[in-house]
């Protein structure tokens, strides 16, 4: 029966939807965890730390997703994907103590953890448009990012927090079916002699690995507690302004949904303009906005916090855009799980770090005030990468040495 899914291609939409859900269904709990301490009766400091095995497994169980796919093929996991994160949201919801909760959360980053990996790779595996092609993939992911406070709070509003994850759930697992039945075979004669022409590294190679590294590592920090602090954030800091539960997740899920569009912009640029600059830009704009959302209150600090967001969004299709460039298809697995052990495994200390401060009598502004600072290393990572004129002239000597 496996063999049926085996080395099989299907169209970019089901891709972007996949992407979708992943950072959806990740993030329920991010909006339900209020309602859930207060059930099993943990403060909300308490309660985000039940999600950190889940969020480190996000990240470090990419490895064996990578490795898996190397092994059954990449359309066979991401199946797998499908059904493992739907199940897991579904177990999430008869959760009646924190080891229940505990148990269902790090199933669920365990099996979220696939598609970046093995997704994006499905995604790769076509190079034209790459740029376009994967801030489109980016704008779905973070509209998950932006539907999951809104859904699951209009979802808590008129029900209860479980029946969040239970139908959330279901969701990816009737998605599943039709991801499966949307596969399509390959022409592995073409696969094949496309493997063999994109075995080397390109030059420089390494320089730009250990930029993407170093942006990684830090932009994951970032981007996980923005995606996971925007929603209690707007609470505390526009509280005369919110009437409910469901108008804090419009205000966060406003926030996200208009940032996302920046992937698109970016992924737009970097097909055209040298993705260090591009990425200097971008790391420039955190330190700026992160820093000055931290300052504000009430509408304008809305306007900062999308801006911010914006630029945190807009990091991510840079990365794979340029390891595309320097890594050949049969090295992306590996190379893209590395990078979200990297990028997600950091990000799982956000909900350690940001308990940490919280008991300590830190406020949400002061945790924003910190992250804008993480951004300066990005933007020495942004020095540090290849320029495009010497990538272009790589690319030439690179490609002479195929024809020979």
């Known amino acids: 029966m496996l ?11 089901y891709l972007y939807i996949s992407h979708f859900l ?22 909300y400091g308490e309660t985000i730390q039940l999600a950190t095995l889940g969020f480190i497994l996000f ?14 093929s990449r359309s066979i996991i991401m199946v797998v994907f499908h059904f493992g994160i739907g199940i897991s949201s579904i177990l999430i919801s008869f959760s009646y103590t924190s080891f229940h909760l505990v148990l269902g959360l790090s199933s669920l980053g365990f099996f979220s953890a696939i598609f970046h990996p093995v ?63 949307a596969l399509k075979s390959t022409d592995q ?39 996971f602090l925007v929603p209690r954030y707007l609470e505390l800091y526009m509280e005369d302004l919110l009437l409910s539960v469901a108008i804090t997740g419009l205000l ?49 600090l809305l306007v900062f916090m999308t801006l911010a967001v914006c630029f945190v969004f807009g990091q991510i299709p840079i990365i794979d855009a340029v390891m595309v460039r320097y890594v050949p298809d049969s090295w992306r697995n590996r190379v893209l799980s590395m990078k979200f052990v990297l990028n997600l495994g950091v990000g799982a200390t956000v909900l350690p770090t940001c308990s940490f401060m919280l008991e300590k009598g830190y406020q949400l502004s002061h945790l924003f005030s910190f992250l804008s600072l993480f951004s300066l290393i990005i933007v020495l990572a942004s020095i540090l990468l290849p320029s495009q004129s010497s990538e272009h002239k790589g690319r030439e000597i690179y490609n002479k040495s195929e024809n020979c």
């Not at 992943?22 to 993030?27: A, G, R, W």
């Not at 990240?59 to 059954?72: K, M, T, Y």
């Open 3 to 13: 063999s049926w899914f085996r080395n099989k291609k299907i169209p970019d939409i």
């Open 189 to 227: 004669s073409v696969g094949s002699s496309m493997q063999k022409k994109s075995e080397k590294f390109s030059p420089n190679w390494k320089q730009a690995l250990v930029a993407l590294g170093i942006s990684t590592t830090f932009g994951g920090f970032i981007f996980t507690a923005v995606t």
């Open 59 to 72: 990240g470090v169980a990419s490895p064996i997703a990578a490795r898996l796919a190397d092994i059954f």
């Open 119 to 181: 997704g994006i790779a499905m995604l790769l595996e076509t190079k034209d448009r790459v740029g376009l092609r994967l801030g489109i993939n980016g704008l779905f992911g973070n509209m998950g990012v932006a539907s999951a406070p809104l859904i699951t709070g209009i979802i808590i509003f008129y029900s209860d927090w479980r029946m969040a994850f239970f139908i959330s759930g279901m969701v990816c697992v009737i998605y599943g079916i039709f991801f499966a039945v």
């Open 22 to 43: 992943d950072h959806f269904i990740i993030l329920v709990f991010a909006k339900a965890a209020y309602d859930a301490g207060q059930e099993i009766g943990l403060t």
């Open 252 to 300: 966060a899920s406003l926030v996200y949904a208009i940032s996302s569009f920046s992937q698109v912009l970016v992924g737009w640029l970097i097909d055209r303009v040298s993705p260090r600059v591009v990425l200097f830009i971008v790391s420039i704009g955190q330190i700026i906005f992160i820093y000055l959302a931290s300052q504000f209150d009430g509408y304008i």
